[in-house]
């Protein structure tokens, strides 16, 4: 195995600048590391082995005329399915869009490219993001690299298990109600959920419009926050992005000193429910950040227990609504078009057959939620819990800097086994899903494994809107010392997969 | 509220233009009688004096300068079409025949 693949992102880069490394090697590296262990892990959808060299290539032609290049030229990435690729297959994990080559690249592409990022191919998903195990996307589930035989979390498992199976540094993920920060979570690696409008959503295939956003994933809280640098700012293509300057989140993340902060536990993520095995390593989180000289307390957030139910009639209403689009008229795969039918038949075979269980259900709820008769008491009655929920954040920002909680109950289950029980499978996001609801940003970190299961625990950092930069300075303070006592990254404890 | 039924769920399928099978109906309605009754939880709180919010940042009538900008082709507008014919999206008949 090259050690190239263990490197972080923020090394590989300053490799490839030096010229010590060219930029095709390192893509190489990731290419063969794919070839090697993606057969177990099912991580990529679609691997670009051509356009990944042509574009380390054309940073390697760079670094030889001096040019100036981006902090993360060179390095190789991981991309979900759910971003638009001029030219390269996006399915969002749907047979409805097998096949289907977008025209355009997302904003984030966009960024991502121009910054010399070296896109490796797309990764796996729940389909449409609709899922918290990434079982539910069309082509079959990603194994999670700490035990092929459990989930790597979702929607976005295939964005956390390249990153935590050394197939690539960094990766892009979407964070609609968690899906960046759980699947960071059960994999040992870092995530972040931008603020709302902090990344541009032009592009990525809507699921719930109000909640949506894509983020970085990392093995480590520096290449998470030099990715977030990279995609971040503002894009007049998104009506919903916010025009200010991106937070200083590299700054941040090299500072790492949370002494004199206030840090507050929310009471109402945690306790019944939560794995003893998370519950420790939440409750030395906390003696730690203690330890650094910050001050924790003890916050309420009393409508949080009603998040999730919120969430339910939100998310389905707003991807009702959106999914509409596809029907097999304009982009996508046809069904039944005999020349006999009608548009509605033929749209309505094509959406039977190119829609997996779970996203029937979520349309079927969200058109029920929406309809006459019921709206009040469903959609416009969460989208009032919705207010209650962001004035529990309100409130307790006026006390303290940032709160922290579990990111998610438990860590990684078999796959198969919340298969066909939704209910089990949406409590996955329970503690993600009021972040979502208020758009604020969250991160979740890496904080050991969950003693009775040898398997990674996740710690949830929230901050304001805006105060992304936050994150990543509490962030980088526990990961310091976390490090120092594991003695290298958590990733390093992780079994050897089988074809390395 | 209410539980949802095989009926309503045939019902809702049509209007969002999804063909599902007779015989899944029953399973779809007990999942979402059971999703329903427990995202019943809403109705719990007291929102008498709370505002509905459909959104994380309030903004209205976002504009751009009514510059014309770079656009797709017909082409490549049509690249991904399922059926295209004379530059246009072929579409299945919308119309009942006489």
């Known amino acids: 195995m090259s050690d190239l693949i263990r490197k972080d992102a923020s090394e590989l880069a300053g490799l490839v600048s030096s010229g010590e490394v060219s930029a095709v090697e390192v893509a190489q590296a990731h290419l063969d590391r794919i070839a090697a262990v993606d057969g177990a892990v099912h991580a990529f959808l679609h691997v670009d082995t051509k356009g990944a060299l042509a574009s380390a290539a054309a940073v390697d032609v760079k670094v030889k005329a001096g040019d100036k290049l981006s902090v993360l030229a060179g390095v190789p990435l991981g991309l979900k399915d759910i971003l638009a690729t001029n030219g390269l297959p996006t399915?969002?994990?749907?047979?409805?869009?097998?096949?289907?080559?977008?025209?355009?690249?997302?904003?984030?592409?966009?960024?991502?490219?121009?910054?010399?990022?070296?896109?490796?191919?797309?990764?796996?998903?729940?389909?449409?993001?609709?899922?918290?195990?990434?079982?539910?996307?069309?082509?079959?589930?990603?194994?999670?690299?700490?035990?092929?035989?459990?989930?790597?979390?979702?929607?976005?498992?295939?964005?956390?298990?390249?990153?935590?199976a050394f197939e690539a540094p960094?990766?892009?993920?979407?964070?609609?109600?968690?899906?960046?920060?759980?699947?960071?979570?059960?994999?040992?690696?870092?995530?972040?959920?931008?603020?709302?409008?902090?990344?541009?959503?032009?592009?990525?295939?809507?699921?719930?419009?109000?909640?949506?956003?894509?983020?970085?994933?990392?093995?480590?809280?520096?290449?998470?926050?030099?990715?977030?640098?990279?995609?971040?700012?503002?894009?007049?293509?998104?009506?919903?992005?916010?025009?200010?300057p991106v937070p200083d989140v590299i700054s941040a993340a090299k500072r790492g000193d949370i002494k004199g902060m206030k840090?507050?536990?929310?009471?109402?993520?945690?306790?019944?429910?939560?794995?003893?095995?998370?519950?420790?390593?939440?409750?030395?989180?906390?003696?730690?950040?203690?330890?650094?000289?910050?001050?924790?307390?003890?916050?309420?957030?009393?409508?949080f227990p009603a998040a999730l139910a919120a969430y339910y009639l939100i998310l389905p209403s707003e991807a009702s609504s959106n999914l509409a689009k596809f029907d097999g008229i304009r982009f996508g795969n046809r069904v039944g078009d005999?020349?006999?039918?009608?548009?509605?038949?033929?749209?309505?075979?094509?959406?039977?057959?190119?829609?997996?269980?779970?996203?029937?259900?979520?349309?079927?709820?969200?058109?029920?939620?929406?309809?006459?008769?019921?709206?009040?008491?469903?959609?416009?009655?969460?989208?009032?819990?919705?207010?209650?929920?962001?004035q529990d954040f309100d409130a307790a920002f006026a006390k303290v800097d940032v709160l922290i909680s579990p990111t998610a109950p438990t860590t990684a289950f078999k796959i198969g086994e919340k298969l066909d029980d939704p209910l089990a499978m949406y409590l996955n996001d329970v503690a993600t899903i009021p972040v979502n609801m208020a758009g604020l940003p969250g991160m979740s970190l890496p904080i050991g494994l969950a003693p009775e299961d040898n398997l990674p625990v996740g710690l949830q950092i929230i901050a304001p809107a805006m105060a992304d930069d936050r994150l990543y300075n509490v962030g980088a303070a526990?990961?310091?010392?976390?490090?120092?006592?594991?003695?290298?990254?958590?990733l390093g404890l992780a079994p050897e997969l089988a074809g390395a | 509220m209410s539980g949802i039924s095989q009926e309503d769920v045939a019902h809702l399928a049509n209007l969002a233009r999804i063909n599902i099978p007779t015989k899944?109906?029953?399973?779809?309605?007990?999942?979402?009688?059971?999703?329903?009754?427990?995202?019943?939880?809403?109705?719990?709180?007291?929102?008498?004096?709370?505002?509905?919010?459909?959104?994380?940042?309030?903004?209205?009538?976002?504009?751009?300068?009514?510059?014309?900008?770079?656009?797709?082709?017909?082409?490549?507008?049509?690249?991904?079409?399922?059926?295209?014919?004379?530059e246009r999206f072929r579409v299945p008949r919308i119309l009942d025949e006489e």
């Not at chain 1, 526990?478 to 490090?483: A, C, N, T, Y």
């Open chain 1, 91 to 164: 399915t969002c994990g749907s047979k409805v869009l097998a096949g289907w080559i977008p025209p355009y690249d997302a904003t984030v592409v966009t960024k991502l490219r121009e910054a010399g990022i070296v896109i490796l191919g797309k990764t796996n998903m729940d389909e449409f993001a609709m899922g918290s195990s990434t079982e539910h996307s069309a082509f079959g589930p990603t194994h999670n690299p700490w035990d092929l035989e459990r989930i790597p979390g979702g929607s976005g498992g295939g964005s956390s298990a390249c990153v935590s």
């Open chain 1, 170 to 244: 960094l990766a892009i993920g979407t964070d609609t109600g968690g899906s960046i920060r759980q699947p960071a979570a059960v994999t040992g690696s870092v995530g972040v959920k931008p603020t709302y409008g902090g990344v541009s959503r032009y592009g990525l295939v809507a699921l719930a419009s109000s909640l949506d956003q894509a983020g970085p994933c990392a093995r480590n809280v520096l290449d998470t926050a030099l990715l977030h640098s990279v995609i971040a700012g503002y894009d007049p293509m998104d009506s919903t992005s916010i025009n200010s």
């Open chain 1, 263 to 303: 840090v507050g536990v929310v009471k109402e993520l945690g306790g019944e429910g939560y794995q003893a095995g998370v519950r420790s390593r939440f409750d030395e989180s906390v003696a730690l950040i203690e330890s650094l000289g910050a001050q924790v307390v003890e916050v309420s957030c009393p409508s």
């Open chain 1, 338 to 390: 005999d020349g006999t039918k009608s548009v509605e038949q033929v749209m309505s075979e094509t959406r039977a057959a190119g829609f997996g269980p779970e996203v029937i259900r979520r349309i079927i709820l969200g058109t029920y939620a929406l309809s006459a008769g019921y709206y009040d008491a469903y959609y416009g009655q969460a989208q009032k819990v919705r207010t209650l929920i962001k």
């Open chain 1, 478 to 490: 526990i990961e310091r010392e976390l490090l120092a006592k594991w003695g290298g990254p958590i």
């Open chain 2, 24 to 86: 899944e109906l029953g399973h779809y309605a007990s999942q979402l009688d059971a999703i329903l009754n427990a995202v019943a939880v809403v109705s719990s709180l007291d929102t008498s004096n709370v505002a509905a919010m459909s959104h994380p940042v309030p903004m209205t009538n976002v504009f751009r300068e009514d510059i014309p900008g770079v656009s797709l082709t017909a082409e490549q507008a049509l690249s991904g079409a399922p059926a295209v014919e004379d």
